[in-house]
């Protein structure tokens, strides 16, 4: 009887708690009626400011930011400086990242938002699995020429559909260091007149070496490093994606690999660490690094007339546009227009001119704010090390701005895929370290890229 | 009383047969719904487009035909292998057990660890290239060459040698002596008694090793993949990396497809094999 009695008691008490949970959540649902669900491979500062904005517009909305990895607080190196925390999560990687994204479009559980960047997105556009924005962006008054860089916004597309909106970019750039200059007896002009290709780095290399009989080298790091470089510069001429071509077995191919060895071999390139070297050398390229010249002292100039930094090019004349940031609808998603809104509210002035943006953004009035801050906070940090910018702030900024709109309006290199990429890098790499040769990583490469072409 | 004996079976099995339902045959179900939509936002019906396109796909075409190769390749010499080493196990009068363990060792190494071994075995810096240049032979990156299926047939065979012939061992310590006894009193050679009396006999477990054989094939997968990666040399890029390729590629239109292609050449292959194995039957 007694045993009747508690079993009875414990029945009842779990009943009411299944009752009062389903209660308790019903009620939380009920206070915000939408969600979006962003996902990130790391976590971003500028997503949450535009999440917080957001929802202070939409208090029916919540805005849901997930990221993958997980890291601590930035660390303060000095005044206005910081390094990104610890990676809390060092055991997962991109490739569960990707897995785990795959699984969610599957099982028709993908967010509604993916910022891309450093998942293979073109393979999601061509699967179909982001919404075609190409009707969005025409359909909505404010993303005109006066207010964004359209040839940037546009640029994510694949097939003729755009299949995401970049946030912000950046230039890659070639600096000169000034020591290196004044040493090879240059002027300015010579740097006003040309944008550096390979070609023409190689042939000033030649005539200061012949001229002034000194080591000189044409830029820091190694094979690997520069063959990385120059095949981003060069790469649209062995692949392309969309019309699934590959072209590696190629004479021109072969020719690169041996170039960026015979480079090296050749003593063009210096090693890192080694102050004298590095100064004795004619360029420095740094990937996707655009407004690095201002923060190196070594320049002390800046972008603009003295052209201490110029945008890479290749012989095409085409430049590289690093998209640093882009985001994408999944077909996933349950309320398009919402999420069409909030990528709206990411590239509104008051959200892109946020420190947290990484690059130019592509809201032309938050760029021209952005430009100011950055050359503000870089003379306040000179003036620290007892330097200083050759000209105002403001008037560098003025400069930048009107580079940038040279820039954006210059043919640029298409992204290749990343997945491919890392497959060319690490068949590559063979070739250095002397295992194999170019012949034969051309012949290997050809055969695994036509593969996942074709597949 | 039959029928109380049925459903006490069918109650046994449930919880199998519902994992089995929930995991793999319901799952494999719903795919044959991938491979007649369209993929994307906007699914419409496709009919039979992806089959076509899959069997006019070069690629695809070509990783059916090396993985047919690699089949028709290490299931015979592994079966051959397997039956001379438990026949000639069974001769012997001591050790038997102490060789029977010595061959099952490969079996229970971890996989990553088999991975890492003979990828650094036959990597361009590796052991087997030092041998060679002893001998003043030049070595070359073996995984990435035309002899890339002879190493993968060779891991195989090194790997699944050991069941198969704990299997023929098992098969034949169950015929009976006295057949052999017979057989050697009617003047019948070592030849004439395997061709009449072993074959005949271990045809059930040869049947077993051979359907084993064909799905350890398939599970060479996880080895290959470990040592040559998603892209290994066309000699060796099999149906199952044409299937996680299109798994990470989110072509699940393409991946369900060639599951039921794959399902459809098994189905068939055992439809033979059962018509082989009757014909056998009925001559008995």
Redesign the interface.
């Known amino acids: 009887m007694v045993n009747k009695n508690i079993s009875k008691t414990i029945s009842g008490l779990l009943i009411m708690g299944m009752i009062t949970g389903c209660g308790a959540s019903n009620a939380t649902n009920e206070l915000k009626d939408k969600q979006i669900t962003i996902s990130t491979y790391w976590p971003s500062p500028y997503l949450e400011e535009v999440a917080k904005q957001f929802e202070k517009e939409h208090p029916d909305v919540d805005v849901k930011i997930e990221a993958f990895k997980e890291v601590g607080e930035p660390i303060k190196i000095k005044e206005g400086m910081e390094a990104p925390g610890e990676d809390k999560n060092p055991n997962l990687s991109l490739e569960d990242y990707?897995?785990y994204l795959?699984t969610a479009?599957?099982g028709n559980s993908a967010p509604d938002l993916l910022m891309l960047g450093w998942v293979p997105d073109y393979?999601?556009a061509?699967?179909?699995?982001l919404?075609?924005l190409t009707s969005n962006i025409e359909s909505t008054s404010q993303f005109t020429d006066e207010q964004y860089y359209m040839n940037v916004l546009k640029s994510c597309t694949y097939k003729d559909s755009i299949y995401a909106v970049p946030v912000a970019f950046n230039v890659t750039m070639l600096g000169v260091y000034e020591e290196a200059i004044e040493k090879a007896g240059l002027d300015e002009t010579t740097f006003n007149e040309k944008y550096w290709t390979y070609k023409n780095r190689r042939e000033l290399l030649d005539t200061v070496r012949n001229k002034e009989k000194q080591q000189l080298y044409l830029e820091g790091g190694d094979a690997i490093n520069l063959f990385h470089n120059m095949y981003q510069l060069e790469s649209n001429q062995f692949l392309q994606v969309e019309e699934k071509v590959a072209n590696f077995d190629d004479n021109k191919f072969i020719t690169l690999l041996k170039e960026c060895k015979q480079a090296e071999e050749n003593g063009l390139l210096y090693r890192g660490g080694i102050e004298d070297e590095a100064q004795n050398s004619l360029f420095t390229c740094e990937l996707g690094g655009t407004t690095y010249c201002l923060y190196q002292p070594e320049y002390i100039g800046h972008v603009g007339d003295t052209n201490y930094a110029k945008p890479l090019m290749n012989e095409a004349g085409e430049i590289c546009l690093n998209i640093s940031e882009k985001v994408a609808i999944t077909?996933d998603a349950k309320d398009q227009a919402l999420c069409w809104e909030f990528i709206q509210e990411m590239l509104s002035e008051e959200m892109e001119k946020s420190p947290e943006v990484d690059g130019f953004p592509v809201n032309r009035n938050a760029a021209t704010i952005k430009n100011t801050e950055t050359a503000k906070k870089i003379n306040k940090e000179l003036r620290f090390e007892g330097l200083k910018l050759q000209k105002q702030p403001q008037e560098i900024a003025n400069e930048l701005n009107v580079k940038i709109e040279e820039w954006v309006n210059m043919p640029y290199i298409k992204p290749s895929a990343s997945d491919i990429d890392d497959?060319v890098y690490e068949e590559t790499e063979?070739f250095f370290k002397g295992?194999?040769s170019a012949e034969?990583v051309a012949k290997?490469l050809q055969?695994?890229v036509y593969?996942?072409l074709?597949? | 009383m039959t029928h109380k004996r049925n459903l006490k079976g069918i109650v046994f099995l449930l919880p199998s047969l519902l994992g089995f339902s929930v995991f793999y045959l319901i799952p494999f179900i719903i795919a044959f719904y991938y491979t007649i939509v369209a993929q994307g936002v906007n699914a419409s019906f496709v009919g039979l487009q992806y089959y076509i396109e899959l069997l006019k796909n070069d690629i695809f075409i070509n990783a059916f035909k090396n993985t047919g190769i690699f089949i028709g390749i290490c299931v015979p010499i592994s079966m051959m292998c397997s039956l001379g080493i438990a026949m000639g196990i069974k001769t012997l009068h001591d050790q038997k057990r102490l060789l029977q363990c010595i061959i099952l060792i490969p079996m229970i190494i971890p996989t990553a660890s088999i991975a890492f071994f003979w990828k650094e075995f036959f990597s361009v810096q590796g052991l087997f290239n030092k041998i060679l240049s002893i001998g003043g032979i030049e070595g070359i990156d073996w995984l990435n060459s035309k002899y890339a299926l002879g190493i993968m047939v060779y891991i195989f065979i090194w790997k699944n040698i050991g069941y198969n012939t704990i299997l023929f061992t098992a098969g034949l310590y169950n015929i009976p002596n006295t057949y052999y006894e017979s057989a050697s009193i009617e003047g019948a050679g070592s030849i004439a008694q395997f061709k009449y009396i072993t074959w005949v006999y271990l045809f059930p477990t040869t049947v077993l090793v051979f359907i084993m054989s064909i799905i350890n094939c398939f599970k060479v997968f996880k080895e290959m993949y470990l040592i040559a990666g998603g892209y290994p040399n066309e000699s060796i890029y099999m149906i199952q990396h044409y299937m996680n390729n299109m798994f990470l590629s989110l072509n699940y239109q393409k991946l369900s497809t060639s599951a039921y292609v794959l399902v459809s050449f098994i189905l068939i292959l055992m439809f033979i094999l059962r018509l082989g194995q009757r014909g056998i039957k009925d001559e008995d």
């Open positions: 990707i897995t795959n479009f599957m393979k999601y061509q699967s179909g699995y919404v075609d077909k497959v063979e295992n194999k034969e290997n055969a695994k593969t996942m074709n597949e």
